[in-house]
């Protein structure tokens, strides 16, 4: 490739003031990043250059330039004031990939709220929980989803505000206000809230191994962070037509889907229809799109529904291809390479970080099945994980760790810093992963090192779906862990102790099976339940997934001394 920068080039004498510098701002002056994804682009004069194509499920297209991106997201910001939404107040965004999530988001920014964006699949549980513990105040919604908000309404006193995107105000009831963007008075100069560095910006909530979903809060300053991974990982330029399959209910969504192109000022597409693999190719092809951020259960769908789709299309427009959110096959790597010429690009990064970590460069020598090297700035490695001492041996296998400090690190969990705390020992952020580093420095994911379970690029808690689960009537215990599936790599399977007077079945599965979907996600539930005796237990009674687990994958058990007999 021309024109690339080297990544050893890259890391000498890198100092994160350089996006700073670029940015034009500094730590102790305004930092918005609102403000830097549409007003500073208009004053580069990109205000009539196109900053958002987006096409609905039933394919209409719409085309929003960054002038328009600014005026309708100060509309949205001048509203919620208008509304009582004061700045350091939570506002959720809980729709499908529509428009007004886009400008929702950049609009929150500005007012000087904080942005909760939630997955618009989540069920009325897992909706409330996250409303509960961030103590939101507003939820900007479509009609669709008002359903689940209005069913745990009555439970959160904090909501006082629900805003409708579409459907007017007609049926609303009290407390719901309709938002319609186009019809409101455009707002050409809004008084961006001044925050700084470190004002809170996005709260996004992710799951454990124990307890409740956890909210990382990130602060304005992460557009360090994610200015400078876009234009060196992503490689976005100013003619790229760029694409990121993920949700802005998750955290790429955000960081690479709604920040990261918008303040290096490229034209993004969204497409507000889930996976298909022709629609997804004709897509590409429709827009012309160069740089495309995907996801390895993507991948595998594409793969395993071959060439010949791909032979059909005119797919000579893209130029650069990433993925991230699960181990990247190193087969997928080589796949893309036959097929688009190109081969995937495999970034590495979590919620927590707020940017991408560890990566593959553009230009740099590609291993299939490697996540790369750590991104300048950034002090990776892995720890022995009872002494939390970085591995100096090649292929030995330890805890990711990093230094903190980057721009974008969460600065906490919301209202919990003692679970914020426990991430870090030996002066390390531990990342929760396991993975081996070369001789040559690139980074080996082996598998995470805790009872999340990873599901097509989603995290999912095991405690979430057990505290679901025991409110079937018919469910005395239960244990989830993590099945290894061909696509998602993995999925959920619920092993459920049944209470006497309920005899297993298929449709007692079924039943239960739906009762996780509603409640919590399409992506939560089961998609298999073992009905069994009992569960293996510590003898102070504590459920020892791992072992389920093993099982499940066909590994060695492991210690088991500590697990009751019978
Ligand atoms: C976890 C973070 C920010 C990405 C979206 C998910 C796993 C992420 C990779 C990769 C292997 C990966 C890790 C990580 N993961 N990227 N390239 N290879 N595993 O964000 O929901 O916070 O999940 O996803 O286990 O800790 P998240």
Redesign the pocket.
Known sequence: MTGVVSYEDRLKGFDWSLGEKELGITKDGPINIGWLCTDRICRMGLGQKTGFIWEGSEGAVRTYTFDRLRVLSNTLARFLEKHGVAAGDRVCLFMDRVPELYIGLIGILKRGAIAQPLFSAFGEDSLKVRILDAETKAIITQRKHIFKVRRMRDSTPSLTHVFVVDGGAEGLKPGEYPLDLEAEPPVEEYAVHPTTAETPSILHY?SGTTGKPKGAQHVHYSVVSQYLTTKWVLDLKPDDIYWCN?DPG???GT?YGIIGPWVTGTTQVVGDFGFSSDRWYEFIEKHRVTVWYSAPTAIRLLMRDGDAPVKKRDLSCLRHLC??????NAEGVIWSREVFGLPFH????????GSIVIANYPGMVIKPGS?GKPFPGITATVVDPKTFEPITVPGRVGLIALRPGWPSMMRTYWRNPTTYQSKFKNGWYL???RASIDKDGYFW?VG?DDD?I?TG???VGPFEIESALIEHKSVAESAAVAKPDHVNMEVVKAFVVLKPGFEPGDDLELEIMNFIRKRLSPLAMPQEIEFVAKLPKTRSGKIVRRILRAKEFGEPIGDVSTVMED
């Open positions: 992710t993920a998750w955290v790429t960081s993925s991230v959110g699960e181990p990247l495999d970034t590495f990064w979590q919620t927590e970080t996540m990342c929760g992963d994911f995470r999340v990873n690029g989603h995290l």
